[in-house]
């Protein structure tokens, strides 16, 4: 499953703290993504995410978890993708929080199944970013140097650019794909059309589309076609 997270090109972002009718949800499972991620910033507990899975796995396709919250933590995904959010003020989003899971799991994890993601949280005014503390006040270089710190120091086998609700610099996207060597570059943030989700494609190997799927479905579902 990890080699096949390398060949995803388009990812849904569901969020258990929002609600989505069946529909809605079917639309979604069989709109040709290549797989469905479930995270969130807040209001995500072990029981919503549970219904959400559940949910999702009437579906044949890849079904990740992006852990926030250890608490949450569910088990049935076929991935974990775990953030270490690189450009944060406190420690605790880089490594603490990480070590505290496994210090209270270690014994049950499957470490087969985890992918550490070497986030960088560009967008000041997102949840993630009051959240995590992070400085985001990066220019192109700064965002690079980062990214290379995942890529090349840590061997982290993902980056991520989290502009979480706002659409990013596409230049920055570009420059940072540019530079990377080995990892996987997910971008994520305000894609909301075909025309975002063609920009972003363009310059990221994976993109991932979240809150324009609880906005306009059918902006959403159009995003599809950006990498099909």
């Given at each position: 499953?990890?080699?096949?997270?390398?060949?995803?090109?388009?990812?849904?972002?569901?969020d258990p703290d929002r609600e989505m009718d069946e529909q809605s949800l079917n639309a979604v499972c069989l709109s040709g993504t290549d797989a469905i991620m479930v995270g969130g910033s807040t209001g995500v507990t072990y029981e919503n995410t549970v219904d959400l899975l559940s949910r999702i796995r009437r579906y044949e396709l890849p079904c990740v978890q992006e852990v926030s919250d250890m608490e949450a933590i569910v088990p049935g995904f076929d991935l974990y993708m775990i953030p270490m959010v690189l450009n944060s003020s406190d420690p605790s989003w880089i490594v603490g929080h990480q070590q505290q899971a496994i210090d209270r799991y270690g014994y049950m994890i499957p470490w087969?199944?985890?992918?550490t993601e070497g986030?960088?949280?560009?967008?000041?005014?997102?949840?993630?970013a009051h959240l995590t503390g992070a400085n985001t006040l990066l220019d192109t270089s700064g965002t690079i140097a980062y990214a290379q710190v995942a890529d090349k120091l840590m061997s982290l086998p993902v980056v991520y650019l989290e502009y979480s609700g706002t659409f990013g610099d596409m230049e920055t996207v570009r420059a940072v794909h540019h530079k990377l060597t080995?990892?996987?570059?997910i971008y994520?943030?305000?894609?909301k059309d075909l025309h975002t989700a063609k920009e972003a494609a363009a310059v990221s190997d994976t993109i991932v589309v979240g809150n324009i799927i609880y906005e306009d479905l059918d902006q959403a579902l159009q995003t599809?076609?950006?990498?099909?």
């Open positions: 499953m990890k080699e096949m997270l390398k060949s995803w090109r388009h990812v849904f972002k569901l087969e199944l985890l992918v986030y960088i949280v560009l967008n000041p005014d997102s949840a993630v080995s990892a996987q570059l994520g943030g305000g894609i599809v076609l950006a990498v099909k």
